[in-house]
């Protein structure tokens, strides 16, 4: 199975400053059809996750700019350029690559 | 409007069999090409993906439960279930539905709100 690891598993960010969440993966995220399936969730407490980018980079519909991915083949990045305080809460990766689908240990987010 | 909603026994026993179904609306489980997953999330930890039923009836298992896992569909009813067997207190969680549309492959883009599933005696 693939092995997703995320660091920092803890962030403790001020209003207004940049984050930047890790994510790791033990093999190659390129599927056959030269996609990468590397996805971002974000979950805040009480709530069901929320996919917020797909395919490396792409943001869902309703995801505020100040959030963007990136990265290729096995290391990739989740950067907010300016935290809100609507941000904290938990960042998962997973990625949708191999069977089975496997997620991060996830970064939680909180204001300092 | 998409939905998914989660729904069975809140309270199981040890060494029970624990059935869950997921109920979607806005969207067909045959005619859209629309998968769904089940995942679950002890208390306080991470997210787990336990399985996923494919449009085509083709189904995906996570390793470590692969024994204790069935999934499956009726999409007269628009629901997707799950089974898994001999529950253990360590099966404690929430236990999410996540639908995946097949034709531009974007996993788990919307969510069900979920159930908390407790296992004891």
């Known amino acids: 199975d693939v092995v997703m690891t995320q660091s920092p598993l803890s962030l403790p960010v001020t209003l207004g400053q940049a984050a930047s969440i890790s994510c790791r993966s033990s093999?190659?995220?390129?599927?056959?059809?030269?996609?990468?399936?590397l996805n971002w969730f974000h979950q805040r407490p009480g709530q069901s996750p929320r996919r917020l980018i797909y395919?490396?980079?792409i943001r869902d519909s309703g995801v505020p700019d100040r959030f963007s991915g990136s990265g290729s083949g096995t290391d990739f990045t989740l950067k907010i350029s300016r935290v809100e305080a609507e941000d904290v809460g938990v960042y998962y990766c997973?990625?949708?690559?191999?069977?089975?689908?496997?997620f991060g240990q996830g970064t939680k987010v909180e204001i300092k | 409007q998409v939905t998914l909603k989660e729904s069975g026994p809140v309270l199981v026993k040890p060494t029970e069999t624990l059935t869950l179904t997921c109920t979607v609306s806005?969207?067909?489980?045959?005619?859209?090409?629309?998968?769904v997953s089940w995942i679950r999330q002890p208390p306080g930890k991470a997210l787990e993906w336990l399985a996923h039923?494919?449009?085509?009836?083709?189904?995906a298992y996570t390793t470590s439960l692969k024994s204790r896992l069935t999934i499956s569909k009726d999409t007269s009813k628009s629901q997707v279930v799950l089974t898994m067997t001999n529950m253990d207190p360590v099966d404690t969680g929430t236990y999410y539905c996540?639908?995946?549309?097949?034709?531009?492959?974007?996993?788990?883009?919307?969510w069900g709100q979920g159930i908390m599933v407790t296992v004891s005696s």
């Open positions: 093999q190659s995220l390129v599927y056959s059809d030269g996609n990468t399936y």
């Open positions: 039923i494919f449009s085509s009836y083709e189904k």
């Open positions: 997973m990625q949708g690559t191999h069977w089975p689908w496997t």
């Open positions: 395919e490396v980079s």
């Open positions: 996540a639908r995946t549309p097949e034709t531009t492959w974007e996993p788990l883009d919307w």
């Open positions: 806005g969207f067909s489980l045959d005619n859209d090409r629309m998968g």
